[in-house]
């Protein structure tokens, strides 16, 4: 399901910091909307896929685990997420399938 949506380079401006291997609080918040975004719309996030694509796009293997904790978390909602706080939500989701 995912793999029908170009989802993948809106992880790209996701990134970790080189020196010390975290997300950034701005670049966590992003994938949580991305993440959040996928989950109301029905796609399931695999949090080894993402992992591996993150390290394998040079983010420190800690900032990696970060996103694959993130997917399991909102993969984990016994609700879908509401998306009335995240902005333009639809237009995003419409881009990524485009």
């Given at each position: 399901?995912?793999?029908?949506?170009?989802?993948?380079?809106?992880?790209?401006?996701?990134?970790?910091?080189?020196?010390?291997?975290?997300m950034?609080p701005?670049?966590?918040?992003?994938?949580?909307d991305?993440?959040?975004i996928l989950?109301a719309?029905?796609?399931r996030?695999e949090p080894?896929?993402i992992?591996s694509w993150a390290?394998?796009?040079?983010?420190?293997?800690?900032?990696?685990?970060?996103l694959?904790?993130?997917a399991?978390?909102?993969?984990?909602l016994?609700?879908?997420p509401?998306?009335?706080?995240?902005?333009n939500?639809?237009?995003?989701y419409l881009?990524w399938?485009?």
């Amino acid at each position: 399901m995912l793999a029908s949506l170009r989802l993948w380079p809106m992880f790209c401006r996701a990134r970790s910091y080189l020196g010390n291997g975290v997300m950034h609080p701005r670049d966590k918040e992003f994938a949580d909307d991305i993440l959040r975004i996928l989950r109301a719309k029905g796609h399931r996030a695999e949090p080894h896929s993402i992992k591996s694509w993150a390290i394998a796009n040079g983010w420190k293997p800690s900032a990696a685990n970060e996103l694959a904790a993130l997917a399991i978390k909102i993969g984990g909602l016994k609700a879908k997420p509401s998306l009335t706080k995240i902005y333009n939500a639809e237009g995003k989701y419409l881009s990524w399938q485009a």
